[in-house]
């Protein structure tokens, strides 16, 4: 969930293909990162079955920063719910082999699961 969702997000959309996925994320600076990606086909026989492989061809989009906080932003805007947790009031805090995936209280919406806003309703 929360940025890295929404970042996949947009660089579907920019892609203008259908199906595409990112395989490769390369992060420039602190905040934007290139994405490479294709269509992959899920391969039906063999030792790697139900794996996805991305033969080509692909594609890079970039994703910057300041476009996720909009895409953020419009989330909220519209559905009234916090963007990090997606109203869950959880997010992910880290993830184990022993324990699987552990979660704590979104700090972004003190666990509430609702956007702030800042301008009066
Ligand atoms: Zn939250």
Redesign the pocket.
């Known amino acids: 969930m929360s940025a890295a969702t929404f970042r996949n997000a947009i660089a579907i959309e920019k892609s203008g293909i259908d199906g595409w996925v990112p395989f490769r994320y390369e992060l420039i600076g602190k905040s934007d990162t290139i994405m490479t990606g294709g269509v992959p086909r899920v391969l039906t026989r063999g030792p790697n079955k139900g794996q996805r492989k991305w033969g080509g061809p692909h594609s890079q989009v970039a994703v910057t920063q300041v476009e996720i906080d909009a895409a953020m932003a419009k989330y909220e805007r519209e559905t009234g719910n ?1 963007a ?2 997606e109203g869950s ?1 959880k997010t992910v805090a880290g993830w184990s082999a022993t324990d699987g995936t552990r979660f704590r209280e ?1 700090t ?2 003190d666990a509430t ?1 609702k956007a702030k806003t800042t301008e009066a309703a």
């Open positions: 916090c990090e947790c009031c979104c972004k919406c699961g």
